[in-house]
């Protein structure tokens, strides 16, 4: 079963293990994490569900959409190059542990 660590903007970490196919924003939102706010509802047209995907496990992930990529220039912290939208993130049972780090501010 895949597990998705969390990092929390405060530097806590939770560790979520999800069914494969289990999206990385509604997980989140789900489990009470803290630090994504997902105002669209997964639509790719807010990004305020911003994560910086570790390396480990990120080579798995689906390359940036050209939806994605549009709106993770708007995003309110830095973007990076691991940076993802999590609502566009679906774990695959390829993935072991996918860890993503919630940014400090999403608006
Ligand atoms: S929830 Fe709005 S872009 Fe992901």
């Not at 691991?82 to 996918?98: D, G, K, Y």
Request: aromatic share 2%.
């Amino acid at each position: 079963m895949p597990t998705i660590v969390y990092i929390e903007p405060d530097g806590q970490r939770k560790a979520i293990q999800v069914e494969a196919g289990a999206n990385v924003m509604r997980t989140a939102v789900g489990n009470g994490v803290d630090g994504i706010v997902a105002e669209c509802g997964g639509a790719a047209m807010c990004a305020t569900c911003h994560v910086y995907v570790a390396e480990e496990g990120a080579e798995l992930l689906p390359p940036v959409g050209e939806v994605e990529n549009e709106m993770l220039e708007s995003a309110a912290a830095e973007r990076r190059d691991s940076s993802r939208l999590s609502c566009q993130l679906n774990v695959t049972s390829h993935i072991e542990t996918l860890v993503v780090r919630i940014p400090d501010r999403q608006m």
